[in-house]
């Protein structure tokens, strides 16, 4: 996500026709996420990212979408 002049690598979850955008702070908290409406576009016209992990450990984020 291109945020004031900085990139910001955020997680992505979909529900429904909308994309929520939410970092680690906010993970537990989805009334604090973003919202991208997908109504008329595919997903890949809004994601578009590229990202070199850099070890092999990952977090999980476990639970349903809220």
């Known amino acids: 996500m291109h945020a004031q ?3 910001l690598v955020r997680y992505v ?3 429904g026709r ?6 680690e702070v906010t993970a537990a908290e989805p ?3 973003d919202e ?3 109504l008329g576009r ?3 016209d809004v ?3 590229r990202v070199v992990w850099l ?7 476990s639970g349903p979408l809220h």
């Open 5 to 7: 002049g900085a990139f």
């Open 13 to 15: 979850r979909r529900g």
């Open 18 to 23: 909308r994309l929520y955008l939410l970092s």
């Open 31 to 33: 009334r604090h996420w």
């Open 36 to 38: 991208v409406s997908l």
């Open 42 to 44: 595919e997903i890949r």
């Open 47 to 49: 994601v578009q990212a």
């Open 55 to 61: 070890s092999r450990y990952m977090d999980n984020l």
